[in-house]
C-alpha cells in the first residue's frame, strides 16, 4: 500500500509543477505572477472601517491574495505552492495534503479580510493553497469586512449594492461591477432588495449560478476576459429563472452557446458598430456574396405596440412600411400587427409574425426590445430589427434617425425669431440623444441669435411645459416633432417649433420629420443585396439626412430668408459638408463637450449627458420622472447606471 506520505509527496510534486508554469505564463504576460497583497492594493486599509462577519464558506476563486507580504512569493497567483519539495514549507504543506485526503480533512477556517468583493488571507494560506489544488470550490473562513470612505466610482456603487445584497442573501459569489445590476437581477428572480432569503432559497440561486458558470466557463467566457455575471442577467432577460433552474447542464449550455454573440456584445460594448449611413452594395465581395447568400424576396412584418388612430408614433411608422411595400414591390411582401402593448403581447405577436412567414421583423418602440430578442434566439434564421439606439446586441440590430440634425435647423429659425433672445425647448425623455439634440437646436439657435437663452422643460416632469414656458415669458417653443413630413401637423397639436403670436395664437414655424420609408427601404435594400452586416456583429443603424431619412417641414410662417439660410444649411448636411458639433461647445460646468477641431464620434454624440452653457435646466435623474416614463428610461436612459435600486421596480 502506497503511504500517505508518499501520496502527498506526490501531490506537492504536481502540485509545485503548477505553480511554476502559472508564475512562468503570468511573467511572459508581464503580469505580477504572485498573489495580490492588500497592503499593496489599499494602503490605508488599517485607517479604514471593518465589519467582523460570521464564519461563512467563501468561494475560492475570490481569494486573490494576502493582506501582508509575508510569504506571497511562496505562491503563484492562484495560491499553487513553489518552493522545492524538501523545504519546510513543503513539509507543512504535505501535512495538510494528507489531512484533507483523510476521514478528519480540513476543518479550521481561514481568517481573512474581505475588501471590494475580494478576499485576501490573513492566517491560512497553506490551507488555501492545498484547498484550491484539490479543486475546492468554497472555503470555510472567519472574514473582516473593510469598508472604504469616499470612493465614488461606479464600480465601488456597485460593491455597496452588494453588500446589501449579501447580508440579505449570504451569498458571495455574484459581484457585478454596474450599479443597479443587483436589482435587475433580483427582479429577474422575484424577490425584492433587502428581503431576506430563506436557506433554500440561497442554495437555489448558488447551485444554479454554479452550473450557469460552468457552462460559461466552457464556452471560452472567463479565458476571453468577460464577466459570468453580466452573461447571466442577458440570459435572464430570455429565459426565466425557473427555467434556467430546471435546465439540464447539456441544455444550459446549448441555450448559452445561442446568446454568445450576444454575450459578446454586452462585454464589449464600445465595439458595436454606428452605420451612420447605407451600405455600399458596389462594395461586396464575392466570397460574402457566397458566404451569405442574398434573399431575392422578403416578408416583412412591422410590430406596433399601439395603431395609427391612436399614436402618431405608429402613423410614421406605419406609413414607412407602406412606403417600403410600394418602393420594393417586386421584392418584398409587408405585413402589419398592431396593439404589442405588453412584453408578453410583444411576444406573442412577434411569435405570431414569424409563424406567418416573416424573415425579416421590425419592432418599432424600444420597449419591445427584450420581447424581440427573445424572439430572436428562438428564432435564429429570421432578421430582428428595434426601434432604438446603442443596443450591445447581435442579434438585434437596432435603429433610429439622427434627430438632432433637423433639431439644429430648427434652432436656427427659432433664434432668428427670438426677440427677446428666450426661446423655450420641451424635452421628451432623458435617453439616448436626447441631450445630443438639446445641444444641437442650441447651436443653431446661437447661430442667428448669440444672445439667446434656452430655458428647458421635460414633458416626463411637467404635465403643461408650453404653459411653465408661456409664464416665463418664452414666445419662440420647439415642441414634439411631427411624426410625418406632413405640413398639416404644424397646424395642429403644438408640434415642432412655433411662435406665440401677440394674440397668444401659436403660429407653427418648422420641425424635423422622419422620413421612415426610406429607412425601412435602405435596410431591406442592404439584405436583399447581401451588403447588411453579419448576424453576429452588434449594428446600429444611425442614419440621417445624408441619407434621406429625417428631413425639416417648413410652415409659410418663416421668413423668407431665415427659410433660405435653413434651407442652405439642410443641403450642406445632405452632403456632408456641414456638422453641427464641429464648433466649439462648452457644457453647463465649463467644461468643453466638443472643442470644434476634432469630430465627435457617434458614440460619444449619443451617449452625450451634459447640455450646452446656454441651456437653463438640467438632465432629470430617474427619481425625479413621472412613473409612467421609468420604463424607457431604464432601457434606454442616459444616467441609466445610476438608477438606485430601491427604485427600479417602482410602479
Known amino acids: ?158 460593491y455597496q449594492e452588494f453588500v446589501e445584497f449579501q447580508k440579505a442573501t449570504g451569498i458571495w459569489d455574484i459581484q457585478f461591477k454596474k450599479p443597479g445590476d443587483y436589482s435587475r437581477l433580483l427582479s429577474a428572480i422575484g424577490k425584492k432588495p433587502g428581503e431576506m432569503w430563506t436557506v433554500s432559497e440561497k ?68 465595439t458595436i458598430k454606428v452605420e451612420t449611413t447605407p451600405a455600399d452594395d458596389d462594395k461586396v465581395s464575392v466570397i460574402q456574396k457566397l458566404i451569405f447568400p442574398a434573399p431575392k424576396h422578403l416578408s416583412v412584418a412591422f410590430v406596433y405596440e399601439k395603431d395609427p388612430d391612436s399614436s402618431p408614433w405608429t402613423k410614421g411608422h406605419a406609413e414607412g412600411a407602406e412606403y417600403l411595400a410600394e418602393a420594393l414591390s417586386d421584392s418584398v411582401t409587408v405585413n402589419h400587427y398592431f396593439h404589442a402593448d405588453s412584453g408578453e403581447t410583444a411576444e406573442e405577436i412577434i411569435t405570431k409574425a414569424v409563424s406567418d412567414g416573416a424573415e425579416l421583423v421590425f419592432t418599432t418602440t424600444p420597449p419591445m426590445l427584450d420581447a424581440t430578442l427573445r424572439a430572436a434566439v428562438t428564432y435564429p434564421r429570421a432578421r430582428f430589427f428595434n426601434c432604438s439606439a446603442c443596443q450591445p446586441l447581435s442579434s438585434v440590430k437596432s435603429y433610429y434617425c439622427r434627430t438632432y440634425e433637423g433639431k439644429f435647423i430648427t434652432g436656427v429659425i427659432a433664434g432668428a425669431l427670438a426677440e427677446n433672445d428666450l426661446v423655450g425647448y420641451v424635452g ?69 417649433t412655433f411662435l406665440i403670436g401677440s394674440d397668444g395664437e401659436l403660429e407653427p414655424l418648422a420641425s424635423p420629420c422622419w422620413l421612415w420609408g426610406k429607412l425601412y427601404e435602405n435596410i431591406v435594400h442592404s439584405v436583399l443585396s447581401g451588403s447588411a452586416e453579419k448576424k ?20 409659410e410662417q418663416v421668413p423668407s430668408g431665415v427659410r433660405t439660410l435653413a434651407e442652405t444649411l439642410m443641403d450642406m448636411l445632405k452632403k456632408g459638408q456641414l456638422d453641427p458639433f464641429g464648433q466649439r461647445l462648452a457644457a453647463q460646468d465649463g467644461s468643453l463637450i ?17 447640455l450646452a452653457e446656454c441651456v437653463e435646466g438640467f438632465i432629470p435623474e430617474y427619481d425625479e420622472i413621472f412613473p409612467m416614463s421609468r420604463a424607457l428610461v431604464r432601457e434606454l436612459g442616459v444616467h441609466r447606471d445610476r438608477i438606485p435600486p430601491e427604485t427600479e421596480d417602482a410602479p
Not at 453576429?536 to 410652415?555: C, K
Not at 477641431?597 to 449619443?606: G, N, Q, R, Y
Open 428 to 496: 421628451s425623455y432623458p435617453i439616448l440623444g436626447v441631450p445630443a439634440s438639446i445641444n444641437a437646436f442650441a447651436l443653431g439657435v446661437r447661430m442667428t441669435n448669440p444672445r439667446a437663452r434656452i430655458l428647458l422643460e421635460w414633458t416626463c416632469m411637467n404635465a403643461d411645459c408650453i404653459r411653465t414656458l408661456r409664464e416665463k415669458g418664452v414666445r419662440v417653443i420647439s415642441n414634439r416633432d411631427i411624426p410625418v413630413p406632413d405640413a398639416n401637423y404644424l397646424k395642429h397639436g403644438q408640434y415642432g
Open 203 to 270: 442554495r437555489m440561486l448558488i447551485s444554479t449560478y454554479y452550473f450557469f458558470k460552468q457552462a460559461f466557463n466552457s464556452l471560452g467566457g472567463m479565458k476571453q476576459g468577460r464577466e459570468p455575471e453580466e452573461a447571466l442577467l442577458l440570459f435572464l432577460k430570455v429565459y426565466s429563472y425557473e427555467a434556467l433552474a430546471d435546465m439540464s447542464r447539456a441544455e444550459l449550455r446549448k441555450a448559452l452557446s445561442g446568446l454568445w454573440g450576444d454575450v459578446k456584445a454586452v462585454s464589449e460594448p464600445e
Open 1 to 158: 500500500m502506497i503511504s500517505s506520505n508518499t501520496i502527498a509527496l506526490d501531490e506537492y510534486v504536481k502540485a509545485q509543477r503548477m505553480g511554476q508554469k502559472e508564475k512562468k505564463e503570468l511573467e511572459a504576460l508581464g503580469m505580477d505572477p504572485f498573489p495580490a497583497v492588500l497592503d499593496e492594493v489599499f494602503p490605508d486599509v488599517a485607517s479604514a472601517s471593518v465589519q467582523e462577519l460570521p464564519v461563512s464558506d467563501v468561494p475560492a476563486d475570490r481569494i486573490v491574495g494576502t493582506k501582508a507580504a509575508g510569504r506571497t512569493n511562496a505562491f503563484s497567483a492562484s495560491f499553487l505552492p513553489l518552493p522545492d519539495p524538501g523545504s519546510e514549507f513543503a513539509i507543512k504543506w504535505k501535512a495538510l495534503c494528507t489531512a484533507h485526503l483523510s476521514d478528519v480533512g480540513i476543518r479550521d477556517p481561514i481568517e481573512c479580510v474581505e475588501y471590494l468583493g475580494n478576499f485576501y488571507v490573513v492566517e491560512g494560506n497553506k490551507r488555501v493553497s492545498v484547498l484550491r489544488y484539490f479543486g475546492a470550490v468554497r472555503i470555510p473562513a472567519r472574514v473582516t469586512r473593510v469598508l472604504p470612505s469616499g470612493l465614488s466610482d461606479p464600480q465601488y456603487a456597485a
Open 594 to 610: 466638443s472643442d470644434g477641431e476634432t469630430p465627435l464620434s457617434s458614440m460619444e454624440i449619443l451617449k452625450m449627458d451634459r
Open 536 to 555: 453576429d456583429q452588434a449594428v446600429n443603424y444611425w442614419w440621417g439626412m445624408d441619407s434621406g431619412v429625417i428631413d425639416v417641414t417648413f410652415s
